[in-house]
């Protein structure tokens, strides 16, 4: 019993910190993220392609890969697929992630307001804008 | 005394002749001042700008990607004042503000070849929600959305220049930028300035 106590403590702390630590990349606030994407909106928007590619459909696209859009020669050889975590490390530091990238922007440091970010982007690519042809 | 402008629409409240007026053309010939400061600190020639300097190949991909949002809102504001949904002097103001991004581009367009780069030119065409935009305050709004994304695109852009002189100089067309922001979310009739920084 004395032995099992520990272990576990140790096994709902380790489920704690994972929890937490899931939370940073899964959870997020959508709410939040759209206040933290008016940021994006000099280049950006969802549904159709400006300075920087739509994000409609980002979630599980090919980096590069919305047709008809110009991107860097250093964004198409990355082979990235975006999902929560290539999207995390990406956006806190676009120009060391992918250097030679046409996103010229410092990122976004704040790792909650990255999964904020993230969250919003999921969550818009199901809306009706998205969803319009 | 206040600078205020009114909406719903072209409600504004102020005459062309108003002393208010004259306070904002002011207001707007000094902006105009400070962004020939920052485009005499991009193009004075100095040696750090000179070509060949190993930081200025990332210098040169930040300062596209400002002239590429500075030429789509060139784009923006021409579909705003040609919709004819903006009545005088909302009208003006947006072709000033134009007028402003027009001498952004230029002088980052002239710094970037400067720096040995390829300005990135104006696409062909851009995609702008026109659909949406059924009044003089849509317009006002998409102009401001545009420029609150502005603001952080150059917020996010000035501490990546290796050189210093540019990086003042982006922070000069940031505090444009913003000016435009407060200006027409006060045309909206809201909080020009709704909070003490930006993000």
């Known amino acids: 019993m004395n032995v099992r106590i520990p272990a576990l403590l140790g096994l709902a702390l380790g489920f704690a910190v994972g929890t937490v630590a899931a939370d940073v990349l899964r959870g997020g606030d959508p709410q939040a993220g759209e206040a933290i994407y008016s940021r994006c909106l000099a280049c950006h928007a969802l549904a159709y392609n400006r300075t920087g590619p ?33 999207l995390d490390r990406f956006l806190a530091d676009p120009m060391k992630a992918v250097p030679g990238t046409a996103m010229g922007y410092a990122g976004v440091k704040d790792p909650q307001e990255r999964a904020d970010l993230i969250a919003y982007l999921e969550q818009a690519g199901t809306s009706k804008e998205c969803r319009s042809p | 005394m206040s600078s205020r402008i009114q909406t719903p629409d072209a409600s504004l409240v102020i005459a062309p002749d108003a002393p208010e007026m004259e306070t904002r053309r002011s207001f707007l010939g000094k902006s105009g001042l400070l962004l020939s400061g920052a485009a005499i600190a991009l193009l004075a020639g100095r040696d750090a700008l000179a070509k060949g300097n190993p930081s200025a190949a990332s210098d040169v991909n930040v300062l596209n990607s400002a002239l590429g949002a500075e030429l789509e809102a060139i784009a923006a504001y021409q579909v705003g004042a040609e919709s004819g949904l903006l009545q005088k002097p909302v009208l003006n103001l947006a072709v000033t503000f134009q007028g402003h991004h027009k001498e952004h581009a230029d002088v980052l367009a002239k710094t970037i070849a400067k720096l040995g780069g390829q300005p990135v030119s104006a696409k062909a065409e851009y995609s702008f929600p026109v659909d949406t935009l059924k009044n003089q305050n849509d317009v006002l709004r998409f102009a401001a959305m545009l420029e609150k994304g502005a603001v952080s695109a150059y917020l996010g852009a ?42």
């Open chain 1, 54 to 86: 739509k994000h409609c459909g980002l979630l599980g696209r090919r980096a590069g890969g919305v047709a008809g859009f110009e991107y860097s020669a250093a964004m198409k050889r990355t082979n990235w697929i975006w999902d929560r975590k290539t």
């Open chain 2, 158 to 199: 000035v501490p990546l220049f290796n050189n210093r002189e540019l990086a003042k100089a982006a922070a000069s067309i940031l505090g444009d930028e913003a000016m435009h922001w407060a200006i027409l979310r006060n045309a909206l009739g809201e909080d020009p300035v709704p909070s003490a920084f930006m993000s």
